[in-house]
């Protein structure tokens, strides 16, 4: 039988790895620009850490792992007989995979809050597990790159954030555009059209208004049990046009009479005003529309979208007042994001925006001519790697023919070449693999061009 791999997970070619490896070291590079520490924490986790935190449809999709040994011995009978296997769970499975990365995140902060300095900023690049049903750009294993900044309530961190995500794509070469909202202010829309009650049915609908438009979530929000006049006076809100601070002028006047509304107002201009001042490359936008998973998010709310590839969002995240309130430390306010690795591969694919040299394993080739010039060669890859120049030598004699294929493939941009002659000349012939150009080279002239 042909081996193959679970559904919903993928093997990673070397040009892929490569790729791959691109996006996190850029992601990470700026993440400890910006001051940020790495934290790791276990694949598995208890079930007691995980259950009951992603609500009854998470809880189905979480992998849950059989205790080792001889699992069924504590199953109680009954349970095995009526095929119970929800109650049968908590009997033979103790662990189970992380289904992302926030939860365990609340976990560690709380574990260890006796040895870190608040505001803590963290970053975590790891793989989440959940068992969703495989399809288009949904895997069962996937990464995510979360950074958090817990331990403070100062809007700055809001800022920072924000030309944190701008410096990661600006590297990219990715045209986004960043929307903002804040929870405040559609608690202020709920407030206004006097249907506080109804505030999650007004987002969930509100937010699908890129997908479906005005038309669609107007009949929604009617089958929700808004009323007409309900639905008139959002409207104007989904539809504002003009700048950012015409926006919130506008918002300004129709959320007059919410004090919660006035206060996200208050935020969406100290954020969006004082990310004006430092300058972004990235268009920030005020979207009223935009709501992600609000019972979560208590302030700030952003999405990146990305400008030249229809591709759902690529990044978000936004402000939340209890991470660690589900351990039993309630107040502990945040905010944070996480970029959407998986989409930002498929975005840079299609824009073709990987660098020429990502590719490349290894800077030069030595070709194989023989025994003694094998160990010629030899010498001066070692040279070369002591310089910090990535070099190989071919490691059998073969024809020049198929060792240039290799180079090829391989994606080599030289090949160095130590024959006869260049044995008698101590020299090396590096061959540049783009314009075929040739030259002759001390090893040491060599490890100068290379570096």
Not at 18 to 28: D, L, P, Q, V, W
Not at 139 to 161: H, K, M, P, T, W
Not at 374 to 383: D, G, N
């Amino acid at each position: 039988m042909k081996p193959s791999i679970p559904k919903g997970t993928r093997d990673f070619s070397p040009i892929e790895m490569a790729k791959r490896n691109y996006i996190f070291n850029t992601i990470r590079d700026v993440f400890q620009l910006y001051g940020f520490q790495q934290i790791e924490t276990p694949a598995m986790e208890n079930l007691s850490t995980l259950l009951g935190k992603y609500g009854e449809e998470g809880d189905k999709l979480l992998f849950k792992i059989l205790n080792s040994g001889d699992f069924l011995k504590d199953a109680p009978a009954e349970l095995m007989e009526q095929r119970d296997s929800l109650h049968l769970t908590n009997k033979i499975s103790e662990k189970g995979l992380r289904y992302d990365l926030t939860v365990p995140f609340a976990r560690y902060v709380v574990q260890h809050r006796n040895d870190l300095q608040m505001p803590f900023k963290r970053y975590q690049i790891q793989p989440v597990w959940r068992a969703d049903r495989p399809q288009k750009g949904r895997y069962r294993e996937f990464y995510q790159c979360d950074a958090d900044i817990v331990g403070s309530d100062s809007l700055l961190n809001e800022v920072e954030l924000v030309t944190l995500i701008d410096e990661v794509f600006r590297r990219f070469g990715v045209r986004i555009v960043i929307k903002l909202n804040n929870r405040k202010v559609l608690s202020g829309i709920a407030e206004v059209i006097g249907a506080p009650d109804k505030l999650i049915d007004i987002t969930v609908a509100i937010d699908k208004m890129d997908k479906i438009g005005l038309e669609n979530v107007n009949a929604e929000l009617l089958e929700k049990g808004l009323d007409e006049s309900q639905v008139k006076a959002i409207e104007p809100l989904l539809t504002l046009s003009g700048t950012n601070d015409e926006k919130l002028a506008t918002l300004d006047q129709l959320l007059a009479t919410s004090e919660v509304g006035q206060k996200g107002i208050e935020e969406l201009r100290y954020v969006i005003g004082h990310v004006a001042e430092v300058g972004t490359t990235a268009t920030i936008e005020l979207d009223v529309s935009l709501a992600r998973g609000l019972n979560y998010y208590t302030g700030t709310i952003l999405e990146v979208k990305a400008l030249d590839v229809a591709i759902g969002s690529i990044t978000g995240g936004g402000r939340y007042d209890n991470l660690t309130g589900v351990f039993g430390m309630p107040g502990l306010s945040g905010v944070g994001f996480s970029f959407g690795a998986d989409r930002i591969f498929d975005v840079l694919n299609a824009l073709d925006l990987y660098p020429a040299d990502t590719m490349a394993s290894a800077q030069v080739l030595f070709i194989n001519f023989g025994d003694r010039e094998a160990a010629t060669s030899l010498r001066h890859v070692m040279a070369l790697r002591k310089a910090g120049i990535s070099a190989e030598l071919y490691p059998d004699s073969a024809k020049m023919k198929k060792q240039m294929n290799y180079a090829n493939d391989r994606k080599f941009p030289f090949v160095a070449i130590v024959g006869e002659s260049e044995m008698e000349q101590g020299t090396i012939t590096l061959k540049n693999m783009a314009t075929g150009e040739q030259q002759a080279l001390t090893c040491d002239q060599l490890i100068e061009i290379l570096s």
